[in-house]
C-alpha cells in the first residue's frame, strides 16, 4: 500500500491559498485516499487525579471536606459530596455540593452548587452564611488534541449579597488561560501535548439579614482530536462540512474552525482533517464502514463544502 505517498502528493498539490478551484483538483485525489484508510490510532488520553475542597460555615458552624481523586475515571459512576452548616442559635444555613462523572472516557461531566440562608431576626452587622467550593481536574495529552468546554450557570440572589463562580481552563506548561462566560456559553481551543488544567469554583456568601441565596453551575469537558470540530468523537465529513462554513476567518472566529490551532482557517486545516479523517476514541464500537467512508459520502461532502464556500465568498464580494 502506499498510503503515505499519495497523501504526501496530495498535500504537495494543494494550492497556497486552497481556493475552491483547488478543491475541486484535488476532490478524486481526496476520494482515492479515503477508500483506503485504515483504522486510525484511538486517543491516548489521561484523566489525572481531582482534588479539591468544599467549605461550609454559618457563623459559629463550621465543616470543610477535602476532595482528592473522587471522580470514577471509567465511566461507570458518579459520586457526590455534600457539607452542610447550620447555626442553631440564628437559623443561619449554608450548603455546598460536588458532583463530578463520566459519560464516558472522553467526556467529563461535572456541578456544583453554592447556596446560604440567614435569619430575619439577625442583626445586618453579625457574620454571615458562606459556602464555597471549587475543585480541579487536570487532562494529560500523549499528542495535540482539542478540548470542548461548556457550562451553564445560574444564580438567585439580592442586592446585598455575593455570588460568584467561574470555569477556567489552564494550559500548564505555559500557563495561558481560557475562561468562560459566566452566564452559559462553550468554548474549544486545540492544545499541545502536556497537561491542561479545568479549574471550577463556586461561592455565596450571603451579608443581609432574611436572604437566601443560591449558585449552580453545570457542564462538561469533552476531550478529542484536534480535527473532530463537532465534539462527536468521531473526525468525519461533518467536520469538514464545519470547517467549510468558517473558512477565511481569523481569531476568535477561527477557534471553531481552526484545527491545528494558529488562528486561521484556511488550507493547513483541511490537510490536518484529511491525516485525521477515520480517527475513534477507544471507547466506541469501531466498524469498517464508520472508519472507512465510501467514495460517495466523501465526494458529497466535499460538494457541500465547495458550495459553502462559494456562498461564503459570494456574499464577500
Known sequence: MTHL?????FRSSLPHDFSSHGLLCNAMALVAIACCLEAQPARATQFLPLSGELIARAQSSN?????????????T????????ALDGGSFDSAQTSASPYFVNPFVFGFSATASTATDTAASIDEPRAEAQVFFSQDVRFTEPGRLFLQAEISRS????DVTQASVVLRELASGSTLSL????GHVTQVYPAGDVSLRVSASSFAVAPGSAQAIVQAGRLV????ADLTADQFVNGDDLLHWATLFGSHDALATGGDVNGDGTVNGEDFVQWQQELGR???SAPIK???VIPEPLGVALALCSALVALRRQRAMNL
Open 223 to 226: 476531550v478529542t482530536f484536534q
Open 77 to 84: 459512576g458518579a459520586t457526590g459530596v455534600n457539607v452542610f
Open 288 to 290: 469498517r464502514l464508520a
Open 280 to 282: 475513534t476514541p477507544i
Open 181 to 184: 462566560p459566566l452566564v452559559g
Open 157 to 160: 440572589t439580592s442586592d446585598f
Open 63 to 75: 465543616q470543610t471536606v477535602a476532595l482528592v481523586d473522587y471522580a470514577n475515571p471509567d465511566g
Open 5 to 9: 505517498n499519495e497523501r504526501a502528493c
